[in-house]
């Protein structure tokens, strides 16, 4: 990736596997790709979601790094793991990279399958980089709550019921940086909670010179029933986006 930054480098740029001076460039392309920034913040959380889980399989059923007598694996042997198999992708299909093992890697125990498939095949488009990430296809796809912001900003969300709470995706227009934002559930009683949370650069989103509105989704255990608004605030405490379910 020196000669070139690759998008699709952003997982193994959010799994700590690319090495300098392949990090400082694609940390420079992101200050300029807001696809790419999006992307990064929804795989932030996979290396802790992968602590503590049990045995890694390889995509033949046997256990990764077989035969070094150690039980469960963590992060670092999911990202021994993908190294290994960017390198020989790369050899053997030069120009198309494949992340989170081309073929899916399955961990057993914690019943998690990390299987993102990015495709650079001619004519076609790259998942989770094309014309929409996946916080906006969710956000597209669903009847969008609309809010009341700040002089000059504007957004909504979308919420969808989960077995576990409410899967919440953000839309937010009208907004410049530097600022460091979340999303907030807040009970009827009063009680909040982080749903998620991101910066804004300079440039902003959804404003002149930088049109593209920001989408972002994070989740809250409670149910829709038990929330009710979420604030967009600045960490400053500034809202910014009110939405009330």
Not at 99 to 112: D, E, K, R, S
Not at 216 to 239: K, L, N, S, Y
């Amino acid at each position: 990736m020196t000669s070139q930054v690759e998008h699709t480098d952003v997982g193994a740029y959010a799994l700590g596997i690319l090495g300098e001076p392949d990090r400082t460039a694609f940390s420079d392309h992101l200050a300029t790709c807001p696809s790419c920034t999006a992307e990064l913040r929804e795989l932030s959380g996979v290396a802790d979601a992968l602590a503590g889980i049990g045995p890694l399989r390889d995509n033949d059923g046997a256990d990764a790094d077989a035969g070094t007598g150690t039980g469960g694996r963590g992060p670092a042997e999911v990202v021994s793991l993908l190294r290994r198999r960017k390198a020989a992708d790369r050899r053997a299909r030069r120009g198309t990279f494949v992340i989170g093992a081309a073929a899916a890697v399955t961990l057993v125990a914690g019943g998690i399958a990390v299987g993102t498939s990015i495709s650079g095949e001619s004519g076609s488009v790259p998942v989770g980089h094309s014309a929409h990430g996946p916080a906006e296809d969710a956000y597209r796809a669903g009847t969008p709550l609309a809010g009341t912001g700040a002089s000059g900003v504007t957004g909504g969300l979308v919420l969808e019921t989960k077995g576990w709470g409410t899967h919440a995706v953000l839309e937010l227009r009208g907004v410049k940086g530097p600022l460091e934002c979340e999303l907030i559930a807040v009970s009827p009683t009063g009680e909040r909670r982080v749903v998620t949370g991101w910066a804004v650069p300079e440039r902003g989103y959804g404003v002149p010179g930088s049109p593209e509105p920001l989408y972002v989704h994070g989740g809250v255990a409670w149910e829709p029933a038990g929330i009710d608004r979420f604030e967009v605030r600045t960490t400053g405490g500034d809202t910014l986006l009110t939405v009330t379910v």
